[in-house]
């Protein structure tokens, strides 16, 4: 059964979408942890974890066709990219800011061993900017060296562009063939990588276009469609479908099942999360997990190479590696709610009451 439009029109908050995010990030960090000890990803439980990026793009496009369909008509472009700017761009800062301060302090690998100073300045500028910048080999030619997750974002960015010049004013049936065509895309990347993990590197750059290309609109298509599936799966069932996807262990064919998920699984749980029922005990639970999962996604990385280090370097025993992990899990989430509490929304609420009320008031 799918909700009729007139469900739609009133404007609600998905708090179990909102939750299921916040799951994906977490998922996210154990997955960088674990990559760093599994190198094999066949032997990594968490060893899908990096499909929560596409699940990312693919609520993406549900939620910025959510909240600005029936809005772009009479807002300006420019207020779109500013409001879009605000609402991603701190984050950024402050993510690029704490990695290139946990480089400095490595107490493992002494900052600057590869690099001088100057090297460093522009690698730290260009991660603050978001523009691709992959130079350290060390750091396996990431987009951006100082703090990894930032390629995702960079596409997000791209996703946004186009959103507000070209997709906001495209007809269902010419979405429906431009996603198409993107699947084929991503089919294609799939199968000749052999897998869907791409983007992240100078040498995978265009994977990154092809996942966001496809999940992007796929979401935006799953709000315009009204593919809203009435359930009662609740947040506890509807996060073991995520870990499903993320957790689950590699196949024969694991690119096509990796394709699957991208194509078809993560749309209809998006669906299914917009039509599913909170149960009013687990309201604060997916707020918290909606409000940390982007400070959590945007912060964790500079942690993870210092980690990588240590690994590396004294290779500890499974009780050792196994406390490092979960309490280095906990930590990175309560300094993800810190900096969601006193940086980013203190400085988006400035930002937009500075910008948004008194610069550009149509």
């Known amino acids: 059964m799918v909700a009729k439009p007139e469900a ?3 404007k609600k908050h998905y708090e179990i979408l909102d939750g299921l995010r916040g799951v994906a990030a977490v998922m996210v960090v154990i997955f960088h942890f674990m990559e760093v ?3 094999d990803p066949s032997t990594n439980f968490a060893g899908h974890g990096f499909l929560a990026v596409d699940f990312f793009f693919c609520l993406s496009g549900f939620v910025i066709a959510y909240a600005y369909d029936n809005r772009m ?39 600057f061993a590869a690099y001088g100073v100057g090297s460093v300045v522009l690698i730290f500028l260009t991660s603050i900017l978001l523009i691709p910048y992959p130079v350290m080999e060390e750091r396996y030619f990431n987009l951006f060296s100082l703090n990894a997750p930032s390629w995702s974002l960079f596409w997000e960015y791209v996703a946004n562009i186009v959103y507000a010049l070209v997709l906001w004013r495209l007809p269902r049936r010419i979405m429906v063939v431009l996603t198409l065509l993107a699947a084929g895309g991503i089919s294609y990347v799939a199968y000749t990588a052999g897998n869907v993990v791409g983007g992240w ?22 709000y315009r469609y009204r593919m809203i599936i009435p359930n009662k799966l609740g947040f506890p069932g509807l ?35 917009a039509g599913a029922t909170l149960a009013p005990a687990l309201k604060p639970l997916c707020n918290f997990s909606g409000h940390i999962s ?20 004294y290779k500890p025993g499974t009780t050792e590696l ?3 992990i979960v309490s280095g899990v906990l930590i990175l989430i309560a300094v993800a709610y810190m900096a969601m509490r006193w940086f980013d929304v203190p400085v988006r609420q400035y930002l937009s009451k500075k910008i948004l009320k008194k610069v550009i008031k149509y």
């Open 294 to 313: 982007y400070p959590l996604y945007m912060t964790h990385y500079g942690a993870i190479w210092i980690f990588a280090n240590y690994f590396n370097t």
């Open 37 to 39: 000890v599994f190198t």
């Open 201 to 222: 590197s100078g040498g995978t750059f265009w994977h990154g276009f092809a996942r966001v290309a496809y999940s992007f609109p796929a979401g935006i298509l799953v």
């Open 8 to 10: 739609m029109q009133a």
């Open 239 to 273: 996060t073991v479908l995520l870990l499903a996807a993320l957790m689950m262990p590699y196949f024969q064919y694991n690119w096509l099942v990796e394709l699957g998920i991208v194509l078809l699984y993560f749309p209809l749980l998006i669906a299914l999360g």
């Open 322 to 324: 196994t406390m490092v």
């Open 73 to 111: 008509a009479t807002m300006s472009t420019g207020r779109f990219f500013l409001q879009r700017l605000i609402r991603l761009h701190p984050l950024v800062v402050l993510g690029a800011v704490m990695a290139l301060v946990l480089y400095l302090v490595d107490p493992i690998v002494p900052p």
